[in-house]
């Protein structure tokens, strides 16, 4: 149960900052896009610094579904782990509406070109950032200790150039929250298949660039 708060806490966090950054943006047209891409890396860093001790900080479902692929995540925990995710974004995001009953968006992720283009963006981008992931979190102690300011490098630099284009969601949570409080479901399914399969193709190229092959056993 532990584990399931922080990731219901430390997806409220990251939703809560990063799509309150967009929100108050629009408001006061200072943050910039800029510092939208910044405050979406720095909170992203603090959890993982915060709660991967607990959790792991997923905060994102397509993580947690690619480590239960890799086998280095138990599937009985895959379910609760979405739910507290998905539970934790759109907390974040009524969260928002009540402070901001105006904005009509609530930081929501929607293709600023065709669907494809967001699609195949969505898709590389969480490619990149699962092959990090799965690397940090899976390698030496040295590589542990830098896992929070490598992730949040690489969603603070995606989010800064893709983010025009497609949203830089890379991440099903991030969506669904706004998504579901202001009723824009029509683009979501982009934002929770192209992440999901972007993080899966991480683990197979994962796979075969740095895990070991099995030893044939043969009996005498």
Partial sequence: MKKYLAEFIGTYIMVFCGTGAVVIDEQVHTVTHLGVAVTFGLVVMSMIYALGSVSGAHMNPAV????????????????????????????????????????????????????AQSFILELILTLILMLVIINVATGSKEQGMFAGLAIGGVVLFEALFAGPICGASMNPARSFGPALITGNLSTLWIYILAPVSGAALAVLCWRYFFKQPTELKTTA
Wanted: with cysteine; proline share 8%.
């Fill in 64 to 115: 947690s579904i690619a480590f239960t692929l890799a086998k280095r995540f138990p599937a009985k925990c895959l379910i609760p782990y979405i739910i507290s995710q998905l539970t934790g974004a759109t907390f974040a995001s009524l969260t928002l509406k009540f402070l901001f009953p105006h904005n009509k968006d609530l930081g929501w992720t929607v293709p600023s070109g065709s669907n």
